[in-house]
C-alpha cells in the first residue's frame, strides 16, 4: 500500500472514532438535560399536590384563628407531616420555582396571622397550578366563577356532579 492511502486510512477511522464520540457525548449531555427537567417537573407535581393538601389543611387552622379555638391535634399532625416532606422535596430540589415563597409559608415566624399565611399559601399554589397543570386550572377557575354566578341566583341547590359536595 502506498504511503498517501495508509494516512487517507488513518485519517477516516480517526475522524469516525472522533463522529462517534462527540455523537455519545451530545447524546449525553441531552439526555441528562431532559432527565434532570424530568425530575425538576416530577418534584415541582409533588411539591404542588402537598401544598394543596396543605392548603386545605390550613384552612382549619385560619378557621380556629377566626373563631379563637384551638387547632384539631390531627389536623396539627398532618400539616406537620405534610409540610416536612415538602420541606424534604425542596432540599433535594433546590431552584424550584417559588422556593423562597414556600419556604417562609414552611417556617417563617414572621407571619403573625393564620390569615396572612392562609393567603400566602393560596397565592403561591395559584402560581404553581399555572406551571403544573395550565390547562386544569383554567378550566377549573371557569367552572367554580359559573358555580359562584348560579349559587348567586338560585342559591345553593342539590347537584348531580359527582365532585359536587352538594350531590
Not at 56 to 62: A, G, L, Q
Amino acid at each position: 500500500m502506498e504511503e498517501p492511502k495508509i494516512i487517507e486510512l488513518a485519517v477516516a477511522f480517526l475522524s469516525g472514532i472522533l463522529i462517534t464520540l462527540t455523537g455519545a457525548l451530545l447524546s449525553r449531555y441531552f439526555q441528562n438535560r431532559t432527565d434532570k427537567s424530568k425530575k425538576k417537573e416530577a418534584a415541582r407535581f409533588k411539591v404542588y399536590m402537598n401544598l394543596l393538601e396543605i392548603h386545605s389543611n390550613y384552612f382549619w387552622v385560619f378557621t380556629a384563628e377566626l373563631h379563637n379555638e384551638e387547632v384539631r391535634a390531627e389536623v396539627k399532625h398532618r400539616l406537620n407531616e405534610v409540610a416536612w416532606k415538602t420541606a424534604d422535596l425542596l432540599r433535594e430540589n433546590d431552584g424550584l420555582e417559588y422556593h423562597d415563597e414556600i419556604m417562609d409559608f414552611l417556617f417563617n415566624e414572621g407571619i403573625t396571622t393564620a390569615r396572612e399565611r392562609y393567603q400566602l399559601i393560596q397565592s403561591i399554589t395559584d402560581k404553581l397550578s399555572k406551571l403544573v397543570n395550565p390547562k386544569y386550572t383554567q378550566k377549573i377557575n371557569k367552572i367554580t366563577s359559573e358555580n359562584m354566578d348560579s349559587i348567586a341566583e338560585r342559591g345553593i341547590k342539590k347537584s348531580n356532579a359527582p365532585a359536587s359536595h352538594n350531590l
